[in-house]
């Protein structure tokens, strides 16, 4: 189990363990601790096509400590009336160290060498490790209080009243929702995996960010049913195991088709269909969406597009018969969306195992 860290965000401490979500606000500023023994994985995205940013469409932040400006800015800038330096891009440097350390001081009433210190006297611009024999000595996470409008809301008669957004922002809110943990899973299949899912609903923090979080588990050689998102494109990222994936095109070429391993990202369009098939220890990851409440159709499974439509469509679409086609339909019917390994690939038929894979391949190809 990774080491559990205090997460300040919001103005509020709060601890987080391993299969947490955490939302965190464009512009707002946070910092982590590791105050465990065992190394601690985080994996973090930005979406960039969010309306909250009004800068450009590239990625942009800037840390508040660290070293300053390599262009000969920040904490060597004392003389006054100096230009600023523009047109920094990306994970910059300490925000600290591009203002003059004079106006600085004067900022904070501090003495000069401080603000000189604030400005330079960090080498890594992401980590900064605690002197050894020292622990940080920190607030205790607060539980999460009620908001202080909701009574001036009543008092004001705006409690039915849509919300702007502002209150929820301004006031503590929860900003985290686990997904490793089984009791909250929304799809449980015996021998096949789970799947947790978070979205606005279960982490209304989201709905500002526009993003969701899927937690997948599957069993040695369970499978994802062929699906492909309607609203969102997805970014997976595998945590532990290896696993087989094929992606179609909404073309209907293979764009991808190969073997994925722990700590390995792959990038799933919308509207691009996509198997994928645990390996012998089972595979595991975590997809972000950029959408909080995505949506899917699937191939398979109860509520596959295919088994939807009318049997005399399928029948004429595919060029083939009777029997083809309500197997197409109903083989699958009462299988969710994590599909268990069949009998025959339990019995170790490789042969089996490759003619299916060539089905499904065929099937998204000419569906995609």
């Known amino acids: 189990m990774p080491a559990p860290i205090c997460c300040f965000t919001l103005s509020e ?8 979500v955490i939302a965190i606000f464009a512009g707002a500023a946070y910092w982590s601790y590791n105050d465990g023994n065992e190394p601690l994985q985080m994996v973090a995205i930005a979406d960039t096509s969010n309306p909250q940013n009004q800068n450009r469409r590239d990625y942009s932040s800037f840390p508040l400590a660290g070293p300053g400006s390599s262009s000969g800015g920040g904490g060597r800038r ?4 100096e230009e600023e330096s523009r047109g920094r891009r990306g994970v910059g440097n300490n925000i600290l160290a591009g203002f003059n350390t004079r106006t600085l001081a004067q900022s904070l009433d501090v003495e000069l060498e401080t603000a000189r210190r604030l400005q330079q006297n960090q080498h890594s611009r992401f980590f900064a490790r605690v002197e050894r024999g020292r622990r940080l000595s920190l607030p205790a996470p607060r539980s999460r209080s009620r ?3 909701a009574g001036r809301q009543r008092q004001w008669g705006r409690e039915d009243s849509a919300e702007n957004g502002v209150e929820e922002l301004v006031c503590p809110m929860r900003v985290k929702h686990n997904a490793d943990n089984p009791e909250d899973a929304d799809v449980y299949v015996r021998d096949g995996g789970r799947m947790n899912i978070v979205n606005r609903y279960k982490l209304p923090a989201l709905k500002y960010l526009g993003l969701g979080a899927e937690r997948v588990i599957l069993r040695p050689r369970a499978s994802f049913v062929p699906s492909w998102r309607m609203n969102a494109h997805a970014i997976m990222y595998v945590t532990r195991g290896e696993g087989r994936i094929e992606v179609v095109g909404d073309e209907g070429r293979s764009v991808f088709d190969g073997r994925v391993k722990e700590g390995q990202f792959i990038v799933i369009p919308q509207f691009y ?3 994928k098939q645990a390996g012998e220890d089972g595979l595991e990851y975590i997809t972000f969406t950029t959408s909080d409440n995505s949506y899917r159709s699937t ?6 597009v295919l088994k939807a439509m009318p049997e005399e469509v399928l029948r004429a679409a595919y060029r083939i018969d009777q029997n083809e086609a309500r197997q197409v339909m109903r083989n699958r019917e009462h299988d969710t969306l994590i599909l268990p390994p069949s009998s025959s690939s339990l019995s170790g038929s490789g042969r089996y195992n490759q003619d299916q894979q060539q089905n499904v391949t065929s099937l998204l190809v000419q569906v995609a």
Not at 78 to 81: A, F, K, M, S
Not at 299 to 304: H, M
């Open 299 to 304: 191939l398979a499974g109860r509520q596959s």
């Open 273 to 275: 269909a996509v198997v």
């Open 13 to 20: 401490v709060r601890r987080i363990r391993r299969g947490d």
């Open 78 to 81: 004392e003389e006054e009336g």
């Open 147 to 149: 908001s202080p409008y």
